[in-house]
């Protein structure tokens, strides 16, 4: 599964020890995000992380320059 860096950030931050306390959380926060990008980054790791089942590898997205 890939992240982008956006996403990655949200999920260091908000990182709780677990997947479904980290999804609990991000999904608690996600509405109060006041930038849209970010809201839509925030949306977009819960949509991610909720289809993730046990073994799955996860890595990290460079936009292009």
Not at 2 to 17: D, K, P, Q, R, S
Not at 33 to 57: N, R, W
Request: hydrophobic share 45%; charged share 20%.
């Amino acid at each position: 599964m890939l992240f982008t860096v956006e996403e990655m950030e949200l999920i260091c931050i908000f990182h709780a020890g677990t997947l479904s306390e980290t999804l609990e959380t991000l999904r608690g926060v996600a509405p109060g995000i006041e930038f849209p990008a970010k809201k839509a980054a925030a949306e977009s790791a819960v949509g991610k992380l909720s289809g993730m089942s046990f073994g799955d590898t996860v890595s990290l997205a460079f936009d292009s320059e």
